[in-house]
C-alpha cells in the first residue's frame, strides 16, 4: 500500500463543506462533500473514517494471509495457522461438498439427551464445540481484586442484538423476518413445513422470555451493579439445575472459591427454565443454537439465507462481503495475534510510535493540571485522582510479548473445525487460569485493530498499531491534526478512567468507589446535563440517543476533545514554529475539523436503529458536534456570522 494511497483516506480540506454555517452543523461543515460523495457501499452496513482505515489494513492483511497460504511467508508456526485457516475459508468447494456435516457432532449432542439432568451436562459439552447457549461467561481480572482473573457468567441466549428486538413493538417487522429466517433454514436442513414452523415458534417463544429476563443494556455497563460474587458451594443451592460446578470442571475451571455472576435474576429465570419449560422444546432452542452459531460458515445456501436475516433485514447490507474479506475477518477471530505479529512486523512505524508516545506524555500532564483545577472535586478526591492518572499504564503499537498457540491444530480443509478448535483453544487458555495472577502486559485487542481501549481493571490504555495511521495520525501533517485525530481519541480513553463507571475503580484497578459523597453530587448534577443535552436529539423520527446507555461515551468524548486541545496549546507554546496557518485555517480551527473528519460516516437506516439500541456511544454525528461546540475555544475560531457573540452553556466534567 503506497502512502499516497494512505493519505487519500486522511485529513482533507476537500472533504468540507463550507457553505454551511459551522455553528448551525459543524459535521457538515467539515465533512459534507465527503458524505455526499461517499453512498453506502453495497457490502456494508456503514462507511466512515475508522471503516476506510480498516478497509486499508484489510489489504495488508490479505496479503499477509496469501502469502502464509502460499508457503511463502518466513513466519514458521504462525504462518502455518493463518495460512491454513484463511485457506480453510477460501476452500468455496469443500464447503460446498460437506453442506451440513460440520455441525453434525452438535446436532448428534442435543438428539442425545434424553433427560434434564442429562440436558443442563450437556450445556458444557455444547460450549466445547463453540455454541453457548442460555448464559456466557468470560474470564478478566476480578473487579475487587485486579492482581487475579475471575470467572464471570453473564446474560446470553439471544440471536438477535437486544432484547428491545423482542419486545419492543416498533420492532415486530423483524420478528416476522427472524422468524421466517428460522423456518427456512430448518427446511434448509432437511425439517418438513410444520415441523419448521411449529420449531421457529418455539425458539422465538422462549428467546422472548429469556428476553424479559434480561438487563436492558444501560444496566448491564454498570460495573457495581454487575459485580455480584456467589461463593463456590452456593452456586448448587442456588441455580442447583444448571449444575454450574460441574459446568466449570467441564471446561477446566480451577478449583475456586466463588465465580462472579453479572445478572443475579436473569441466571435465576435461566434456572428455573430448566425446569420449566419441555425438555422437547429447550432442545429444539439448542439445536437452532447449533445451526445459527455456524450457518455463516456452511455452504452456500445456507450462508446466504443467514445473511439475508443478519446482514440484510437486520443492518440494511445489500450485499456479502468478497470471499476473501470474510476469511481475514475470521482468521483474525481465531489467530489474531499470529496474523497480527506478521503485521506490526511489515507495516507498523516505529517512528509513529515515538511521537504517539510524546503526544500522550502531553495528554497526561494537561489532564493532571485540568484535575487540579477543578471546582466540582475535592482535594482529597483530586489527590487521588492524580495518583490514579500517575499510575495509568499506556501502551502503544503492539504488546512486547505476543501470545502463543502451541497445541492449536489446524487443516488447510476444515473451516468449521478450525474455528472450534481455534474457540476452545481460546476458552481453555482463559478458563485454566482463573484464580492465577494477572498477566498485566497481556492486550485485549490485536495490534492490527483500528480501535483502542482504556482497561480499568489494570488502569492502562491501549492504542494499537492499526489505528495510528491516517486520518487519525499522520507524521507528516501539523500538529493541530495529530491532536485533534488520535489526541482526542487518547484524550477520550484516558478520561474513562475518571468517568461514570471509571471513577468506581481505583489506582490498582480495583471495584472501590474514591471519590466523597460531595463530589459524587457534584459530579451527577453536572453529568445530568450531559445526559439532557445528549438525549434532546433525534436521530431517527421519533428516535432520540439514550443519554443514560451513552453517559461513558460522551463524557468521554467532551473530555477528549478538552484534553486534548489543551495539550495541542502546550505543543505550540513548547514549539511556535508549529503554530502555522494552512489554507486559510489556524492551529486552532484545524483541530477542531481534524476531530470531526473523524466521525464522517454513513449509516444504514437498519444499522442505526441497532446502534440506539445496543451502542454505548452516540451517533458519529453528534460525536462530532457536542464535544467540539462545548469547547469554549470553538466560538472563537467558528463565531457567529452577525458578529454577535451568543450565550453558550459549557457542558461536561473536564
Known amino acids: 500500500m503506497s502512502d499516497s494511497t494512505k493519505k487519500d483516506i486522511g485529513f482533507s480540506l476537500e472533504y468540507m463543506d463550507k457553505s454551511t454555517d459551522p455553528r448551525d452543523d459543524f459535521y457538515r461543515f467539515a465533512a459534507g462533500k465527503w458524505i455526499d460523495t461517499h453512498p453506502l457501499p453495497p457490502d456494508l452496513p456503514s462507511i466512515g473514517a475508522f471503516r476506510e482505515l480498516s478497509e486499508l489494513n484489510l489489504d495488508y492483511l490479505h496479503e499477509i494471509a496469501e502469502r502464509c497460504a502460499s508457503g511463502k511467508s518466513d513466519a514458521g508456526f504462525y504462518a502455518k495457522l493463518v495460512g491454513d485457516i484463511y485457506s480453510s475459508a477460501m476452500n468455496t468447494e469443500k464447503i460446498e461438498e460437506l453442506k451440513f456435516r460440520p455441525i453434525e457432532n452438535a446436532w448428534k449432542l442435543v438428539s442425545s439427551i434424553n433427560s434434564k439432568e442429562e440436558l443442563s451436562r450437556s450445556i458444557p459439552e455444547l460450549n466445547m464445540l463453540g455454541v453457548y447457549p442460555f448464559f456466557g461467561f468470560f474470564v478478566a481480572p476480578d473487579d475487587k481484586k485486579s492482581s487475579v482473573y475471575a470467572f464471570y457468567i453473564n446474560q446470553g441466549g439471544l440471536s438477535l442484538p437486544d432484547r428491545d428486538y423482542y419486545l419492543k413493538e416498533d420492532m415486530a417487522e423483524i420478528r416476522r423476518y427472524y422468524f421466517e429466517h428460522m423456518r427456512k433454514m430448518f427446511i434448509l436442513y432437511g425439517m418438513d413445513e410444520n415441523t419448521a414452523r411449529e420449531w421457529a415458534n418455539a425458539v422465538l417463544d422462549i428467546e422472548t422470555k429469556i428476553a424479559k429476563a434480561s438487563w436492558a443494556s444501560e444496566d448491564v455497563i454498570n460495573d457495581i451493579k454487575n459485580y455480584n460474587q456467589v461463593k463456590t458451594d452456593e452456586l448448587e443451592k442456588r441455580y442447583g439445575n444448571l449444575m454450574l460446578v460441574e459446568h466449570m470442571k ?13 445478572q443475579p435474576d436473569f441466571l435465576d429465570f435461566i434456572n428455573s427454565m430448566m425446569i420449566n419449560e419441555s425438555l422437547e422444546r429447550i432442545k429444539i432452542y439448542l439445536y437452532w443454537n447449533v445451526i445459527n452459531e455456524y450457518a455463516s460458515m456452511l455452504h452456500k445456501q445456507a450462508d446466504e439465507e443467514h445473511f439475508d436475516m443478519f446482514g440484510r433485514k437486520l443492518l440494511g447490507q445489500k450485499e456479502q462481503r468478497v470471499r476473501w474479506k470474510r476469511a481475514i475477518r475470521m482468521t483474525n477471530a481465531c489467530v489474531g495475534e499470529a496474523l497480527g505479529r506478521i503485521y506490526v512486523k511489515e507495516h507498523f512505524d516505529e517512528e509513529s510510535k515515538r511521537k504517539t508516545q510524546e503526544l500522550v506524555s502531553d495528554l497526561i500532564e494537561v489532564l493532571k493540571e485540568r484535575i487540579k483545577a477543578l471546582t466540582w472535586m475535592g482535594d482529597e478526591t483530586k489527590a487521588k485522582a492524580v495518583e490514579k492518572l500517575s499510575r495509568m499504564k ?6 512486547d510479548r505476543f501470545r502463543e498457540y502451541n497445541g492449536l491444530v489446524t487443516h488447510p480443509d476444515d473451516y468449521v473445525g478450525n474455528v472450534i478448535r481455534a474457540s476452545v483453544f481460546e476458552t481453555l487458555r482463559q478458563t485454566r487460569r482463573v484464580g492465577l495472577p494477572v498477566d498485566k502486559e497481556e492486550w485485549q485487542m490485536y495490534p492490527q485493530e483500528v480501535n483502542a ?3 480499568l481493571s489494570d488502569n492502562r490504555v491501549v492504542f494499537p498499531a ?12 501539523d500538529y493541530a491534526v495529530n491532536y485533534g485525530g488520535i489526541g482526542t481519541v487518547i484524550g477520550h480513553e484516558i478520561t474513562h478512567g475518571f468517568d461514570n463507571n471509571g471513577r468506581s475503580h481505583d489506582a490498582d484497578g480495583n471495584l472501590n468507589d474514591w471519590w466523597t459523597k460531595e463530589d459524587e453530587k457534584k459530579f451527577n448534577e453536572l453529568a445530568d446535563l450531559v445526559e439532557k443535552e445528549y438525549s434532546a436529539k433525534e436521530i431517527l423520527p421519533g428516535v432520540f440517543i439514550n443519554g443514560k446507555l451513552t453517559m461513558g461515551e460522551n463524557l468521554a468524548d467532551l473530555g477528549g476533545v478538552n484534553i486534548a486541545y489543551d495539550a495541542l496549546m502546550r505543543r505550540l507554546s513548547k514549539d511556535p514554529s508549529g503554530n502555522v496557518v494552512v489554507d486559510g485555517f489556524d492551529q486552532s480551527q484545524r483541530f477542531f475539523i481534524s476531530y470531526a473528519q473523524v466521525w464522517r460516516s454513513v449509516y444504514s437506516k437498519e444499522l442505526t436503529t441497532m446502534y440506539i439500541v445496543t451502542d454505548p ?10 464535544p467540539s461546540q462545548n469547547n469554549p475555544a470553538f466560538d472563537k475560531g467558528f463565531p457567529p456570522k452577525n458578529g454577535m457573540q451568543e450565550e453558550r452553556k459549557h457542558i461536561g466534567v473536564w
Request: hydrophobic share 40%; charged share 20%; glycine share 4%.
Open 250 to 262: 467441564r471446561i477446566e475451571v480451577p478449583d475456586v472459591d466463588y465465580i462472579i455472576v453479572r
Open 394 to 399: 499506556v501502551m502503544v503499537g503492539y504488546p
Open 453 to 455: 481501549y482504556n482497561s
Open 466 to 477: 492499526g489505528i495510528l495511521q491516517p486520518p487519525f495520525f499522520d507524521k507528516n501533517m
Open 617 to 626: 456511544h452516540s451517533p458519529p454525528k453528534y460525536r462530532a458536534i457536542i
